[in-house]
């Protein structure tokens, strides 16, 4: 995990949240973030029991079931891409109320009383290495197992995610679930880095060390100038005096943030494989763009004769071999241009940049899987395993529900939604390096217009 600056933030610019009454009496409550956390945790916990068992029923397509089933449904086809969304607008919001904060947090005290000899998170567990590897596994998961289709699957990945933040809670301390075990952990810090919530300091505690020892995140809450580890708990908040701290509603990327030339090698490589994924799914919207991409996996699966591996194969190439040629020739335009001495140079200064664009691909599938799945949520309520809903919509004794909005119209949108992430990600270039931001737009503007040329397939204009 990367630390706030030591250096002194300059004055907070935004809306101070804390002035509304109701928010500022909300946050300084002592069961505030508690509450909400365990009211999601309630309905964690009952996804977790209703998907328990249950497979795609026989006769059955998976990828229509998926949608009938309340918990891949709600899961995969709601939350996953509203966490996109959420993360992007709001920063670490989702920390807030996730669930597994609180069962970590509660784990760790839980193992403080009971005398165990809890660890502190250090080296490459701090920086994000493990999370990398969390985050890959879970994309894996998904052409390897069909997770994101089986109910059964998704459940043993909701207990297999609740058993280990007791597990760390208990051997770690300073909320090391969150900093260095949490699989989306890396994907909060690089999306949410615009967010427009932060918590900052005050105009007179700016820059000191007061309450510094007080977050739970090993953070200087004074001296915060990034949204990158902040999990908004409001502790410091509580903990200071009045207006020590602001909670600020501020204009997207701000300009008062930091921001870092060079960014660390597991932050680094998740964008390279999340880059990978999003290109992926965003191929398998337009189909004339998905058997194009699937072709070398599928090749290489018949020349071993793979069978049921077919999938670990497409796993693979789309989160390893896709993101490493990508970034392979990111690097070349990149040298080319004089940007960068080496390889892994390029590549960390594309990093941050590049998330602004990656996270806008992961924005317009999330979009279109959202719209597409939305409709579907009043039959899963009405029977949460999905069962007869998919037997009927099967056999069309039951239509399905519409997408809410057209390939046409989301082509459009995502399109002016890439536009605007490929002038901000050059923003964002210009201000972590003034001097030689100029040395690395042409990769900026390589990626995202292969991003727009396969979000404009979606609209049939190229059929």
Known sequence: MQRASNAAPPPPAGFNLLRIAAIRRLVLWGGFPALFQSLVLAVYLTLAVIGWGHLT????NAKLYAKTNIVNLVIWGLWWPAIIWVTVFLGRAWCTVCPLELVSS??????RNLGL?????????????????????????????QIHRMPHYTSLFLWASLAAAVIVGLLFKDRAFCRGFCPVSLLLNAYGRGGMIAVRAGQHEAGSNRGAHLCPSLLNPPKLNSNR??????????????????????APFSAADAREPLASWPLTLFVMVVS?????????????AEPVFLWAPKQASAALNAGAAAGWIQGLWTIALVPLLLWIALGLVTRAAGGAAS????????????????AAGHMSKGLEKFTSWAGF???ALREPTGVNTALQMNAKAMPQPAAWLSLPVLSAVTMTLIVVALLLAIREARLADPAGFRKRLPAIALLSGSYLFLVFGWGGWLA
């Open 117 to 145: 000899r809890q660890r502190p998170l250090g080296g490459w567990l701090a920086k994000g290495a493990l999370a990398v590897c969390l985050f890959a596994l879970m994309q894996l998961l998904v052409p390897g197992i």
């Open 343 to 358: 390889f892994g140079e390029a590549w960390r200064r594309l990093a941050l940049p590049m998330a602004v664009v990656v």
């Open 377 to 379: 949520l009043p039959h």
């Open 57 to 60: 029923p026989t006769g059955v």
């Open 229 to 250: 580890d902040c999990l908004v708990c409001g502790q410091c908040v509580r903990a200071g005096a009045p207006d020590d701290m602001q909670l600020l509603l501020r």
């Open 276 to 288: 990978g994924f999003v290109t992926f799914e965003l191929c398998g919207v337009w189909k004339a």
């Open 106 to 111: 509660l784990a760790e005290r839980a193992g």
